[in-house]
Nanobody, 113 residues
Framework: QVQLVESGGGLVQPGGSLRLSCTGS????????ISWYRQAPGEQRALVAT???????TYTDSVKGRFTISRDNAKNTVYLQMNSLKPEDTAVYYC???????WGQGTQVTVSS
């Protein structure tokens, strides 16, 4: 059974940075794609960024230019570097895979002064 484990969430002031990590129980570049989703209170879970097996990355418009998704194959880890954070980025962030499918347990990100 495939497992994904997130880490790196926390409390940060507006304009600050955080880096989230998603570590897989198998080779991270063997997945069809790895994505980060987020879910704010009272809202539906929404796609934030994706990195495909061939390294192609995509982002939702609200994070373009601020967030970067990347991977380290040697560490079986996908990262989400989040810069210039805003209060509206506050959410639980989840790692997701397809091919095969899996969800992580989520990590809380809170942006507040």
């Amino acid at each position: 059974q495939v497992q994904l484990v997130e880490s790196g969430g926390g409390l940060v002031q507006p304009g600050g940075s955080l880096r989230l990590s998603c570590t897989g129980s198998r080779a991270i570049n063997s997945f069809t794609a790895i994505s980060w989703y987020r879910q704010a209170p009272g809202e539906q879970r929404a796609l934030v960024a994706t990195i495909s097996w061939n390294g192609i990355t995509t982002y939702t418009d609200s994070v373009k230019g601020r967030f970067t998704i990347s991977r380290d194959n040697a560490k079986n880890t996908v990262y989400l570097q989040m810069n210039s954070l805003k209060p509206e980025d506050t959410a639980v962030y989840y790692c997701n895979s397809v091919g095969p499918p899996a969800w992580g347990q989520g990590t809380q990100v809170t942006v507040s002064s």
